[in-house]
């Protein structure tokens, strides 16, 4: 989609579609808000009859079409809830849910009254950026292997008015970064989106590869034979019963022109999780395609990185494997070695993806000494039982990293929920035969002892674990509760949240 700034009035405009956001009626009070009067007079007083009759009430994700008597398209109102509610999220949300109420209606061109989504904290700026990544990311749709297409809106702008054409500069200057940071998640989401069969490991490293010639990333790919030789026995033994061999794959991005912080950014990447020989149920086993989400991630936050020239220097570490079930495949009583040299207890082969993990946060915290680690991980199911299908688990060792990264979820709508790693976990995880275990006896706290799990190949490094098996893909059955501009399948969640705090970084003093 084409996203740009214009310093006339949206309802002046030649645009299929005007769209004009529209707070919650508040008491009995029918009066038509001033914010409204010229989407009024464009309806040729359609609007203020829809008013009086409560035919428009302003909740959120509600919207109403309004076709102009002049054949100039048509006004969408839509709903943005109370005041007291409104945050830059809601314009996103809002925005979203306008390019795909249009989704095969015939409108192809749209324009945003600027000043009927601005209110209270939110800015001219938050709003402009909230309209263009609502806009880009709500429309996306996954059509690789689709025949037909119902086709939507191709160009959207924000539309100034009188009131805020001064701001025309600054505005261009920031939806135009907006549009690439949300043209960056829709590259990821085409890569998260690609089945098993075609996003095998071998891929994986592919798709890094092009991606660093592209934009001058060093990559660096090591094989099934080189891990072996490294020590590196947790991606090997998962990736073991699979004709698809593992890769670990480490992307740097040198930093910007301030360079100062190192951050290694490591991400699972199963490209299809059977549970191994601990073989997982039928139902919805299709699924386990998303379970690559966390490396994928890890190529859209370098990706971002470099297009955005953050000042950080950042490592990114794809730990890729397919965990099948076959007579070479690894088995539960197994004790494997690492490349920090801890061992594993094999309790579950379904537990795989903190297996693999072990292995690249080792490795780049020994070879690459960074001043903090993040990994991205679908990691357990005990994430969703305790937060929905929405929101990420948070666990981090360090309060500062762990503070930039919930500011970074607030500003991107990327849902971060902190929880605590206490020793109760650390002991859960201990094994009698090894270091530690990949899956434990008691069915609680899951999350967290997956997490005390991973603390153990961090040693004192800065850390922060994000298990982001809720919010990493879309299901048919939860699409109506997720904001529109989470499409069904692929998010590429973690990719504008983690990007926004290495920018975030690049500013502060920490």
Request: net charge neutral; charged share 25%; with cysteine.
């Amino acid at each position: 989609m084409k996203f740009g700034v214009d310093r006339r009035e949206a309802t002046a405009a030649s645009a299929d579609a005007a769209a004009v956001g529209v707070f919650e009626i508040e008491g009995k009070d029918d009066r038509l808000p001033p914010s409204l009067a010229l989407a009024d007079k464009a309806s040729a007083g359609l609007l203020a009859a829809a008013w009086k009759r409560r035919e428009v009430k302003g909740k959120k994700r509600e919207l109403t079409v309004l076709h102009r008597p002049d054949g100039r398209g048509r006004v969408l109102l839509v709903g943005l809830g109370a005041h007291a509610d409104f945050t830059t999220d809601t314009v996103r949300r809002a925005a979203a849910d306008v390019v795909r109420g249009l989704r095969g209606k015939g409108a192809r061109t749209l324009a945003y009254q600027l000043t009927s989504f601005v209110d209270g904290p939110v800015t001219s700026s938050l709003a402009s950026r909230a309209l263009t990544d609502g806009s880009i990311l709500g429309a996306y749709e996954f059509l690789r292997y689709r025949t037909t297409t119902e086709g939507g809106i191709e160009e959207a702008a924000v539309y100034l008015g009188e009131d805020r054409v001064a701001e025309e500069r600054s505005l261009t200057g920031e939806v135009a970064e907006q549009t690439a940071i949300a043209e960056n998640v829709l590259w990821t989401r085409d890569i998260g989106n690609l089945p098993a069969d075609t996003a095998t490991p071998e891929r994986l490293a592919d798709e890094a590869r092009t991606l660093g010639k592209a934009l001058g990333l060093k990559v660096t790919v090591f094989d099934e034979k080189q891990l072996a030789k490294m020590g590196c026995g947790g991606i090997v033994a998962v990736g073991s019963g699979s004709s698809h061999p593992p890769r670990l794959v480490i992307l740097e991005y040198p930093g910007g022109t301030r360079r100062g912080r190192t951050v290694a950014v490591v991400g699972k990447g199963i490209t299809f999780d059977s549970g191994g020989i601990s073989l997982k149920p039928g139902p919805r086993m299709s699924e386990m395609k998303f379970d690559k989400s966390g490396a994928v991630a890890v190529l859209g936050i370098l990706r971002a990185a470099a297009t955005l020239k953050v000042a950080p220097r950042v490592i990114g570490v794809m730990c890729c494997a397919e965990n099948l079930p076959s007579g070479t495949a690894y088995r539960p009583g197994d004790v494997v070695r690492t490349y920090n040299q801890k061992t594993i207890e094999i309790l579950n082969t379904d537990a795989e993806g903190r297996v693999v993990l072990a292995d690249g946060l080792g490795y780049v915290v020994d070879q690459y000494k960074p001043d903090e680690v993040i990994d991205l991980a679908t990691l357990t199911g005990a994430s969703v039982v305790a937060l929905g299908d929405a929101m990420a688990g948070l666990v981090s060792t360090d309060d500062r990293l762990a503070g930039g990264l919930l500011l970074a979820s607030a500003a991107t709508g990327e849902p971060l929920w902190r929880m605590p790693l206490t020793d109760y976990a650390r002991e859960l995880v201990k094994s009698e035969l090894a270091d530690v275990r990949n899956s434990t006896e008691i069915p609680t706290a899951g999350m967290l002892t997956a997490a005390a799990f991973l603390e153990a190949f961090v040693g004192k490094t800065p850390w922060a674990h994000i298990d982001m098996a809720g919010p990493a893909w879309v299901n048919p059955v939860t699409r109506k509760y997720q904001p529109s501009y989470q499409s069904l399948g692929a998010t590429a969640f973690g990719v504008r949240l983690v990007g926004r705090y290495l920018q975030d970084l690049g500013t502060s003093k920490g």
